[in-house]
């Protein structure tokens, strides 16, 4: 998908109800989960699983996400994240922020 052609959200867009729900995709494109809900400034994203079971809610700033909207209106995110050798990385949260690991 080329999500240079997206439209950015500003600030006053990024809300609970247009944000829950988006799709968040990788550095290289893939699909690493879905919002699930917004606190304050922290989205959590369910990440993993398979037909909807053993998602993990992984919580990270906004600002790490950069929204966006597609042709057909849909919101969806793109981040920096990688992935390990084409696995998904098992991130959970520490004590510091996100801890991520293959």
Same mark, same amino acid.
């Given at each position: 998908?080329?999500?240079?052609?997206?439209?950015?959200?500003?600030?006053?867009?990024?809300?609970?109800?247009?944000?829950?729900?988006?799709?968040?995709?990788?550095?290289? +494109?893939?699909? !690493?989960?879905? @919002?699930?809900?917004?606190?304050?400034?922290?989205?959590?994203?369910?990440?993993? $699983? =398979?037909? *909807?079971?053993?998602?993990?809610?992984?919580?990270?700033?906004?600002?790490?996400?950069?929204?966006?909207?597609?042709? +057909?209106?849909? !919101?969806?995110? @793109?981040?920096?994240?990688?992935?390990?050798?084409?696995?998904?990385?098992?991130? $959970? =949260?520490? *004590?510091?922020?996100?801890?991520?690991?293959?």
């Amino acid at each position: 998908m080329d999500h240079s052609t997206h439209t950015p959200l500003m600030g006053a867009e990024l809300t609970p109800d247009i944000l829950v729900g988006a799709t968040i995709y990788g550095a290289g +494109d893939e699909k !690493v989960g879905k @919002v699930s809900h917004v606190h304050g400034s922290e989205v959590v994203i369910d990440v993993g $699983g =398979f037909l *909807g079971f053993g998602s993990k809610p992984v919580a990270v700033n906004a600002s790490q996400l950069d929204f966006m909207r597609d042709e +057909d209106g849909n !919101v969806h995110a @793109v981040t920096s994240w990688l992935l390990c050798g084409g696995r998904r990385r098992s991130c $959970g =949260f520490g *004590g510091t922020g996100i801890r991520c690991r293959c």
